[in-house]
């Protein structure tokens, strides 16, 4: 069965400092990733996704940059934090439909 | 643009009784809706989905309704237990193209 994986759980980060949170699925090959933040009053906003190796679409202009390098590792990174990165990112994979969420990333830039 | 909107930030049913969570869309393209539930501090969970062929779909307790001339699909939950309190997030996406959501709605079930 599939399965994802995301960490970490918390992480809390000064204003300035780089981000990197890791994502990786298991049990599929070539799927869709996804990287979504729920942020307060916000719901859940899109912020890329990716249809292959190196394929990365970014949907909101921002902060934060993404990267495919393997099939099933997708990676959320920023060079410098701001505050109003603070939120709960969660990445997902989808063939086909329906999207299947990991637990997600609590992240508090202070 | 907010082409998935719930309307109700929140809403409170007695437990036994129907939770109806509502959910309007602007994109006539939309093929494809689902509802997904979420509890604090973990990923959401998928519940339900239907396709624009359909008007109706059931699963249990839970069932989707869809109106397209209307731009609208609500889920219905009967009967409503303590463990229905959550985020309900309604989705959209045109097949094989990146699914949109709602900004949610907070179900109570009250005892």
């Known amino acids: 069965s599939q399965t994802i994986h995301q960490w970490p759980a918390t992480l809390v980060q000064p204003v300035g400092s780089p981000l990197s949170l890791e994502c990786t699925v298991e049990?599929?090959?070539?799927?869709?990733l996804y990287w979504y933040r729920q942020a307060a009053g916000r719901g859940l906003q899109l912020l890329f996704y990716?249809?292959?190796?190196?394929?990365i679409s970014s949907e909101v202009p921002q902060n934060l940059s993404a990267s495919r390098p393997q099939d099933r590792q997708f990676i959320l990174s920023s060079k410098k934090l701001l505050l109003s990165d603070s939120g709960f990112y969660l990445c997902?994979?989808?063939?086909?439909?329906?999207?299947?969420f990991g637990n997600g990333t609590r992240l508090t830039v202070t | 643009d907010q082409q998935v909107k719930q309307n109700s930030p929140s809403l409170s049913v007695q437990e036994g009784r129907i939770s109806i969570l509502n959910c309007d869309y602007t994109?006539?393209?939309?093929?494809?809706f689902l509802w997904y539930k979420k509890y604090p501090a973990e990923g959401p969970t998928f519940l339900i989905s239907?396709?624009?062929?359909?008007d109706k779909n059931e699963d249990g307790r839970f069932t989707v309704f869809l109106n397209k001339s209307a731009k609208h699909l609500s889920l219905h939950i009967v009967p409503s237990q303590p463990g229905d309190s959550a985020v309900y997030f309604c989705?959209?996406?045109?097949?094989?193209?990146?699914?949109?959501f709602g900004k949610g709605t907070r179900l109570h079930i009250l005892p």
């Open positions: 049990g599929t090959s070539n799927p869709n």
């Open positions: 990716s249809v292959g190796i190196g394929q």
């Open positions: 997902a994979w989808s063939i086909n439909s329906p999207l299947h």
């Open positions: 239907i396709s624009s062929i359909k």
């Open positions: 989705a959209a996406s045109r097949r094989d193209d990146k699914i949109i």
């Open positions: 994109n006539s393209m939309f093929d494809y």
